[in-house]
């Protein structure tokens, strides 16, 4: 009885929303619409052949351990990989500190539990990760959002709110290649942004999923990294990556590297919600990692999304060069559009899917409205070809929207 | 920084607390001891070769499927399979009202999400399953805890709390073979508790992951097919179950019956936290659900954890006969053993540990206290021999405890 249900949902779960994205997806599972809406990787790309020679090894070599309950804090020598992954990049930190999670949408709801009360401020970019806000809405928080543009998070916004005495739990940050912006956080914005952490005692939450897909220029330090600098600990970040853009996102796994005075919170939080992430996959993906897949495959996906990513460009110039501006992201999977003022992106999805090519109106990303004209595009999934022709018919859909007069 | 990250933390991060299991198992990693702590299945039960079979199968012949983001509702094959087995047990719902989770403990979080408020009443057993509080603790209900006796649940007790205006958001019972006591709720009590649901509106969470772990006896009717019955519809019962008993937990892959008014919220909540359940090994299970491996895995189960059961009593029977009561399980996993009221299975813990045998002390199943003296011993993981010795051990640690004369 939906009436017996709705009288028992608790406060949280009036808060909680559906995707927008979601819904779409199911319309974009139809073979006929090209998708640029979802933010998946290639299928042609997963290393299928050495996940299954991994899951053969794990499971013939050592079947009790890839099946069994395991540790919540996650398989131990996968952890002492990205131990060793992360102090590459110059996070060096103690082994307690890097936590395995169900995928990195699990460490944002973790983040959400430990560190969120009900109407306590939570600073977001303004276009910010929708899955975050997602996993946000049933704790309660105020957003407020902080603007963007090509340089990534407007971090002298952010100051100006902490000397007005806004005092956020946390500023959440997709600090490389941004979903849904594409943009990427400055070096001297990342340094102002951890002093002004360490000033005003703020935690920052880095997301960092698609740090490796980058296709050109330099890779900016990671903000984990600067705070180990300055600190010779990690102190105010909590870094959350994924395997699900480096391997595949269907098996689930992603991380966190945390200072030590959350380490042991997060992994009392975790066992409450699954227990520990799955045993084979991660055996698997350790597998797969130690023999150094990775070495090979992030290389070649580079290559791979960096070409989607130019043929996207170029189709955009050639079909939409009057008609809206974009950036030329160096890395991820998404493109961002600004349409003219008047459009609105809603009313062109609309005229899209008539013209079966896909993708998600800007205005969902916003934490407190805002975007109207926007739109995110991903080049990640779709082929080459596919991409030309997807924008072609993207620019027959703004052609119908516009010359039809209606009310956009 | 400690201090940093303590001033941040949530109302509902204060009320985590980490599990005695949890630490314990720590120590039962020790081969040395032989462990009756842990809720574990026979790791040389596993059925390694068909899931290795599995896999090859699922990433060889649908690797885009099995390796992609799905559908948070779960993989469509598996759910179509589960909706068949649950209306084996006379639980026939629509396909919507079938959903993975990422093991059992997931969909006990959904429900926390869902339904509990901070300070909001929920009935659970006493003794109940650790999980399940540690699921909840955060969500901050006012636990309201019933009494238990060798046909389950009282609910003549509960009928009393809620004449006298008790409305709690929900009722949770581990209906089967219950985790920690090895009890089942008879018969007449199930259908006593269905119609106080409907006369009450009373939400009731059945949990009923060893269900199939039958060893005597018929099965008893499932709380959701007496819901059905009564009402035409799944009304008042969410279902939840797993195959982490049925096949490994590992895998960490449960689902959810739920009533339709439930459904679409659940789902929703769902996708906050972790988008979906892994895709390869949802599509793993399907293959070995399809191919039957589980019409020959239950009785194998059936018959290794039967023995095991035996050998435990038998061996209680040997050793402890003077010293403790203890209850004779029709199925599942646990044995509830009472001691003599002046001692403390807490410190008779530490003695066992001396011994290298290990049990959970009762009292960490009570949501509000008690059961000073009770201990829950698993019979499911350790091969027959060593059960037989651990008793044996156990018998030395209280010979050792009451003999040091030790304030118990």
Chains 1, 2 share one sequence.
């Not at 330090?221 to 180990?228: E, G, K, N, Q, R």
């Not at 109106?361 to 409205?369: E, K, L, Q, S, V």
């Amino acid at each position: 009885m939906q009436t017996l249900w709705d009288r028992h949902l608790s406060q949280g779960a009036r808060e909680i929303r559906s995707s927008a994205i979601r819904d779409l997806l199911h319309v974009t599972e139809r073979p006929e619409v090209i998708s640029f809406a979802g933010g998946l990787p290639a299928p042609e790309c997963f290393p299928a052949e050495a996940l299954k020679i991994a899951a053969e090894q794990v499971l013939t070599e050592n079947p009790r351990l890839a099946l069994q309950y395991g540790p919540t804090e996650g398989y131990r020598p996968l952890r002492d990989w990205i131990r060793g992954h992360m102090a590459d990049r110059d996070v060096a930190v103690p082994g307690e500190q890097v936590l395995l999670s169900s995928g990195s949408q699990q460490g944002l709801d973790l983040i959400g539990k430990l560190l969120i009360d009900p109407g306590a401020p939570v600073a977001v970019e303004a276009p910010t990760y929708l899955g975050a806000l997602q996993a946000w809405y049933p704790y309660r928080p105020r957003f407020v959002t902080l603007p963007t543009d090509e340089d990534g998070l407007d971090v002298a916004a952010l100051e100006r709110l902490l000397q007005d005495g806004e005092r956020p739990r946390f500023v959440y940050v997709v600090s490389s290649f941004q979903n849904p912006g594409g943009t990427t956080l400055s070096p001297a914005r990342r340094q102002r942004l951890i002093e002004l952490a360490a000033t005003y005692q703020l935690p920052i939450i880095e997301d960092d999923p698609y740090g490796e897909l980058v296709y050109e220029g330099d890779r900016a330090p990671l903000l984990a990294s600067l705070d180990v600098a300055l600190h010779g600990e990690l102190r105010h970040v909590v870094y959350l990556s994924t395997f699900s853009k480096l391997l595949a996102p269907g098996l689930r796994v992603g991380w966190i590297i945390t200072p030590a005075g959350l380490a042991r919170r997060l992994v009392e939080a975790k066992q409450g919600l699954d227990l520990h992430t799955g045993s084979l996959v991660q055996a698997m993906i350790y597998e797969a990692c130690r023999t150094g897949l990775l070495d090979t495959h992030i290389p070649h996906l580079r290559h791979v999304y960096r070409e989607r990513r130019d043929t996207m460009l170029g189709a955009l110039q050639e079909h939409l060069a009057g008609a809206a501006r974009w950036n030329i992201p160096q890395g991820g999977m998404f493109l961002w559009l600004t349409l003219a003022e008047q459009i609105d992106a809603g009313s062109l999805l609309r005229s899209a899917l008539e013209h079966h090519v896909a993708f998600v109106p800007g205005t969902a990303f916003f934490a407190n409205g805002g975007g109207a004209n926007t739109m995110r595009l991903n080049f990640s999934n779709a082929a080459p070809h596919r991409i030309g022709e997807g924008v072609q018919r993207l620019w027959l859909a703004l052609e119908a929207l516009t010359s039809a007069g209606v009310a956009v």
